[in-house]
């Protein structure tokens, strides 16, 4: 529709003199992918089902990769296309700068720019997830010895065997896989962030805090998401406040 408008108004100032200047020529619309959470079906884990699932696929080589985003809220792109300089275990952070978003013939890497501005950022880790990647990243080193000479490195901090990226799709798959050998409820590897982000709302996160971790352009959007979580907060909140006057 903003396109059509657009090509109306220039029409006007090209063809009939009817405007001096196109007033939607410097428009930009607004970038769709950047709103795609919005248009999705919000599913989560509980915390116990969360345990489950990991205690379940602990053997499985895509667990760290999985971990990692049930623990932080990161897209896969995100964690995907995450190298090793990009993290700092020592001071329990990642720099996200970068998504994976495809692998052609060859293992040839397509990379992508963080899906919002606000994507480029730094997220902490928990100790406990600090150490699963320790012990993953001695684990890619013996590995990378094995392979030997034909080791493809890309520096990521998850790959195929012979350091190839791993493609976003099977990543996914795999995960669905997993999830439908299990006993727990159906959802997406995407929903893996939603689990995240409404895990740590129900824990009294503030709403900027989880915004901010998750690379949204505004709270607006992570409000309109998880809005489901948002009448137990006010309930809590509720209580909260009572308990104090009360006790004053």
Not at 91 to 116: E, F, N, Q, Y
Not at 159 to 164: E, F, L, Q, S, T
């Amino acid at each position: 529709m903003a396109t059509i408008l657009r090509k109306c108004l220039q029409a006007a100032v090209d063809q009939e003199g009817l405007l001096a200047v196109n007033p939607a020529a410097k428009v930009k619309p607004p970038r769709v992918e950047a709103r795609a959470d919005r248009h999705q079906t919000v599913q989560a884990w509980t915390s116990d089902q969360v345990g489950a699932f990991l205690a379940r696929s602990r053997h499985q080589r895509h667990h760290v990769g999985w971990h990692l985003l049930v623990m932080t809220g990161m897209r896969r792109g995100e964690a995907l296309g995450l190298g090793w300089d990009a993290i700092d275990l020592d001071l329990g952070a990642v720099s996200i700068r970068r998504t994976l978003v495809d692998v052609r013939p060859g293992g040839v890497p397509v990379w992508s720019d963080p899906k919002t501005d606000r994507g480029r950022r730094v997220v902490r880790l928990d100790d406990g997830t600090v150490a699963k990647l320790r012990a993953h990243r001695a684990a890619q080193a013996e590995e990378r010895l094995l392979v030997g000479a034909g080791y493809r490195d890309h520096g990521l901090v998850f790959a195929m065997p012979d350091g190839r990226p791993i493609h976003p799709d099977r990543f996914s798959r795999e995960f669905t896989q997993t999830v439908g050998r299990s006993d727990l409820p159906e959802i997406r590897l995407h929903d893996l962030r939603h689990t995240w982000a409404t895990l740590a709302l129900q824990a009294g996160v503030h709403p900027k805090v989880v915004q901010e971790r998750l690379g949204h352009s505004n709270i607006a959007i992570t409000l309109d998401i998880y809005s489901h979580v948002i009448p137990s907060m006010e309930s809590d909140a509720a209580d909260r406040v009572a308990a104090l006057i009360a006790g004053s």
